[in-house]
């Protein structure tokens, strides 16, 4: 982990288990080239916050129930509002027994899991509707190529670590042509244009905490964007623990079945508490996937 006298440090406690392996891999595969990334076990990733511009770093502590945050010290007078953020991307409040016990036999593996939560709403969305149809390698190469072409340089002591993801503001002012110069199919386009249209004007929240029904409503009103990634946002961006996007392939799979409303009927057992057991019967497909 990068140390230096002047950078921060903070200690964000959590209520265990927690399986920051399993969330680890997990950001690591979803990270937005230059702008996050995973080595030797930290998260690292740039920050805008406030007005304020860095870089934070976060790994387990080693003495304690809690994540150590390292963070630059340009990010000191956000230093609330930045460990609040952290505490919500790394869901840090859940509850993982009263969790586990309402999910029964699904949650016994792996009763530590947790939501990988977006820091920033936008950049999350923006990322969700990059994968649709493509795979995960695919979209976080057109994140990492979207963010460089547009997102502002960073200076950070971290190799690899250059640039912010562009804001819905920055990204609204950018034409079709524009974005689909990088490779971006026109009708993904005019998707990832639209919601920044709608984020930057105030017609759709993607702040946490934000009423899930009603984000996702005015999401799906937007040309290309359908359940799978109304839900997506919602459980990653919102926070939304009930999310559970039940079109997906992998979670039709998990249940053994292909009609999506058949998925989603078998999901009410796991009200309020979906969002997880989306994360459980994902990574339970994957082990059963692993070649021994």
Request: aromatic share 8%.
């Given at each position: 982990?990068?140390?230096?006298?002047?950078?921060?440090?903070?200690?964000?406690?959590?209520?265990?288990?927690?399986?920051?392996?399993?969330?680890?891999?997990?950001?690591d595969s979803h990270?937005?080239?230059?702008?996050?990334?995973?080595?030797?076990g930290v998260y690292?990733?740039?920050?805008?916050?406030?007005?304020?511009?860095?870089?934070?770093?976060?790994?387990?502590?080693?003495?304690?129930?809690?994540?150590?945050?390292?963070?630059?010290?340009?990010?000191?007078?956000?230093?609330?509002?930045?460990?609040?953020?952290?505490?919500?991307?790394?869901?840090?409040?859940?509850?993982?027994?009263?969790?586990?016990?309402?999910?029964g036999a699904l949650?016994?593996?792996?009763?530590?899991?947790?939501?990988?939560?977006?820091?920033?709403?936008?950049?999350?969305?923006?990322?969700?509707?990059?994968?649709?149809?493509?795979?995960?390698?695919?979209?976080?190469?057109?994140?990492?190529?979207?963010?460089?072409?547009?997102?502002?340089?960073?200076?950070?002591?971290?190799?690899?670590?250059?640039?912010?993801?562009?804001?819905?503001?920055?990204?609204?002012?950018?034409?079709?042509?524009?974005?689909?110069?990088?490779?971006?199919?026109?009708?993904?386009?005019?998707?990832?244009?639209?919601?920044?249209?709608?984020?930057?004007?105030?017609?759709?929240?993607?702040?946490?905490?934000?009423?899930?029904?009603?984000?996702?409503?005015?999401?799906?009103?937007?040309?290309?964007?359908?359940?799978?990634?109304?839900?997506?946002?919602?459980?990653?961006?919102?926070?939304?623990?009930?999310?559970?996007?039940?079109?997906?392939?992998?979670?039709?799979?998990?249940?053994?079945?292909?009609?999506?409303?058949?998925?989603?009927?078998?999901?009410?057992?796991?009200?309020?508490?979906?969002?997880?057991?989306?994360?459980?019967?994902?990574?339970?497909?994957?082990?059963?996937?692993?070649?021994?």
């Amino acid at each position: 982990m990068i140390t230096a006298n002047d950078n921060f440090l903070c200690e964000l406690t959590f209520q265990p288990p927690y399986d920051w392996n399993a969330l680890l891999r997990f950001l690591d595969s979803h990270a937005t080239a230059g702008v996050e990334m995973v080595s030797n076990g930290v998260y690292y990733r740039t920050v805008v916050l406030g007005g304020a511009h860095g870089w934070i770093g976060v790994r387990p502590s080693e003495d304690s129930a809690a994540l150590r945050v390292e963070a630059s010290p340009t990010l000191a007078p956000i230093r609330s509002e930045l460990m609040l953020d952290l505490r919500r991307q790394f869901d840090l409040d859940a509850e993982p027994d009263v969790i586990a016990k309402a999910l029964g036999a699904l949650a016994a593996p792996r009763p530590g899991l947790r939501i990988p939560g977006g820091f920033e709403p936008f950049e999350l969305a923006a990322r969700a509707i990059l994968g649709q149809q493509i795979s995960v390698r695919a979209a976080t190469t057109v994140a990492g190529r979207f963010a460089a072409a547009y997102g502002a340089a960073a200076e950070t002591p971290i190799p690899g670590l250059t640039h912010n993801f562009p804001s819905a503001e920055k990204v609204a002012s950018l034409s079709v042509d524009q974005v689909a110069s990088l490779g971006i199919i026109a009708s993904r386009t005019r998707t990832i244009l639209g919601l920044a249209r709608a984020v930057s004007e105030g017609a759709i929240s993607l702040a946490y905490g934000a009423d899930p029904l009603e984000t996702m409503a005015r999401m799906r009103e937007l040309p290309g964007i359908g359940e799978w990634t109304a839900q997506y946002v919602a459980m990653r961006a919102l926070g939304w623990r009930d999310a559970f996007p039940h079109t997906d392939l992998v979670l039709c799979k998990a249940l053994g079945e292909k009609n999506p409303k058949r998925v989603l009927a078998l999901a009410e057992r796991w009200r309020p508490w979906r969002s997880y057991a989306a994360l459980h019967l994902w990574a339970e497909f994957h082990s059963s996937q692993e070649t021994p």
